[in-house]
């Protein structure tokens, strides 16, 4: 039986990792005009090696109970995002700088295709060993 987790490697959890940041992203986006929303986003690079396992030093601070609140981690996926902080303050309170906004959301979007074209060659080469080809 192969496991995928191996023959996919850390490239999984990157796809999902992408997939979620540009959710967060578009929420910044979508939220541009709205007096006091806040940008959010979160280091990949600490939650790639969270979600793999290789940067949980055991410091973090952890729920024991459904019931509790979380310390700046999103309640879904356990990612601890982060406000952004603004280049230029505005008026309204709002942090979201558009421009960067959509440079960040491009650059995950490429990169994000770039582990889907990863992932659609490892499972290629997987479909060309079960066949013999």
Request: cysteine-free; hydrophobic content about 40%; proline content about 2%.
């Amino acid at each position: 039986m192969i496991n995928f987790d191996n023959a996919l490697g850390i490239h999984a959890q990157t796809a999902l990792l992408r997939s979620r940041r540009a959710e967060i992203i578009a929420g910044n986006l979508a939220n541009a005009d709205t007096p006091g929303f806040q940008a959010r986003d979160f280091d990949f690079s600490a939650a790639l090696a969270n979600a793999t396992g290789e940067g949980d030093d055991g410091a973090a601070l952890r729920t024991t109970s459904a019931g509790h609140l979380g310390m700046g981690e999103d309640a879904a996926d356990g990612i601890a995002l982060e406000y952004r902080l603004p280049t230029q303050a505005s008026l309204d309170q709002n942090s979201v700088d558009v421009q960067g906004e959509r440079s960040r959301f491009l650059d995950n979007a490429m990169r994000y295709e770039a582990t889907m074209r990863f992932i659609d060659s490892r499972l290629s080469g997987l479909l060309r060993a079960f066949r013999g080809d």
